[in-house]
Nanobody, 122 residues
């Protein structure tokens, strides 16, 4: 059974930083595509970042490039999202997802966590 458990969300002021974690079981972070998405109230689920540790590959949404960094720890089977220079528009529920394909499309992901809320105040 696959489980993805996110943590690390919270309330932060604009310009601040947070680090999100996604602990995986039933999936191997070092060989799977691992991604972060986010969803704000009334909006569609949006791609944030993707990593393939196996292929040494990362990609980011333009809106977060240069501010967010995705990384993976095979020993802990955990993926991280380091978020800096946060803006109020980054406020959303952040969800971890896993897939065999490296894609930005949320509809193609089979495995999802429950999410962790990030709120950025102005």
């Amino acid at each position: 059974q696959v489980q993805l458990v996110e943590s690390g969300g919270g309330l932060v002021q604009a310009g601040g930083s947070l680090r999100l974690s996604c602990a995986a079981s039933g999936r191997t972070v070092s060989t799977s595509g691992m991604a972060w998405f986010r969803q704000a109230p009334g909006k569609e689920r949006e791609f944030v970042a993707l990593i393939s540790v196996k292929h040494d590959f990362t990609t980011y949404a333009d809106s977060v490039k240069g501010r967010f960094t995705i990384s993976g720890d095979g020993a802990k089977n955990t993926v991280y999202l380091q978020m800096s220079s946060l803006k109020p528009e980054d406020t959303a529920l952040y969800l971890c997802a896993s897939n065999d394909l490296l894609t930005r499309l949320p509809g193609t992901y089979r495995y999802w966590g429950q999410g962790t809320q990030v709120t950025v105040s102005s």
